[in-house]
């Protein structure tokens, strides 16, 4: 079973428009982490943000925010006034910590591919 | 800032022929990994590494070697590439920290196999 969801696939959006990129994990670990990465069409993976299972806060970084809900097993991020230099394929990824965990593994989501046009 | 870097951008070879790839980075990191990248499907893991000549495998680790001789350098081995086995491999480190630091990557190689 996939550790972590990303649902969707391809995103397309005009600039300036908001859009937010959903990931949904599972996980049994107390302790883990969450990380974003963005890969844009050069190809190298860039990471964006890790977020621990113990911070809930919202974290916010210039045109990027995080929503971190344990609740809903939720990582999602979201871009305002999205740019073209945003296309790119993002990444969720999951690593665990607990006790028995193979530590600093990540398990990756499929990617979503958001396309911004101008 | 870390560097991983990646021997090669892009990768030609034939059907039957080994292959290396190989990969250093340059921060002294304990963990290095290995994946492959196909469309739809993500970043699967072939291989990791925790030390020098330690490895462990991955999802994927069938038809995959790897050899890590020096804590820089984590190569990656296909002992007779077949036509599955084209795709785009990317090399990543980390530090072994119980924080779980985030893997930096290298620019990947695209390999085909004729």
């Known amino acids: 079973a996939q550790k972590v969801t990303q649902a969707q696939t391809e995103i397309s959006v005009v600039e300036k428009e908001d859009v937010t990129l959903d990931c949904v994990y599972e996980t049994r670990d107390t302790t883990y982490y969450l990380f974003w990465y963005k890969q844009p069409p050069s190809g190298e993976l860039v990471f964006l943000i890790r977020r621990n299972s113990f911070d809930e806060q919202n974290e916010i970084s210039g045109r990027y925010s995080w929503n971190f809900q344990k609740s809903t097993s939720s990582f999602n991020f979201t871009i305002t006034a999205s740019q073209v230099v945003d296309s790119a394929v993002y990444f969720c990824?999951?690593?665990?910590?607990?006790?028995?965990?193979?530590?600093?593994?990540?398990?990756f989501g499929r990617g979503t591919q958001l396309t911004v046009w101008p | 800032d870390v560097k991983v870097t990646q021997s090669s951008r892009y990768l030609v070879k034939r059907t039957g022929e080994k292959v290396f790839l190989e990969c250093v980075q340059d921060?002294?990191?304990?963990?290095m990994f290995w994946y492959r990248q196909d469309p739809g499907l993500g970043l699967r893991l072939i291989y990791f590494s925790y030390d020098v000549k330690m490895k462990e495998k991955g999802d994927i680790p069938e038809g995959y070697s790897v050899s890590r001789e020096k804590k820089e350098r984590f190569s990656l081995i296909l002992e007779s590439a077949s036509t599955n086995q084209t795709s785009m491999y990317l090399c990543?480190?980390?530090?072994?920290?119980?924080?779980?630091?985030?893997?930096?990557f290298g620019d990947g190689t695209r390999l085909s196999i004729l």
């Open positions: 990824a999951l690593s665990e910590a607990d006790r028995g965990s193979t530590l600093g593994r990540l398990y």
């Open positions: 921060m002294d990191h304990e963990n």
């Open positions: 990543a480190s980390s530090s072994i920290d119980t924080s779980n630091q985030p893997q930096h």
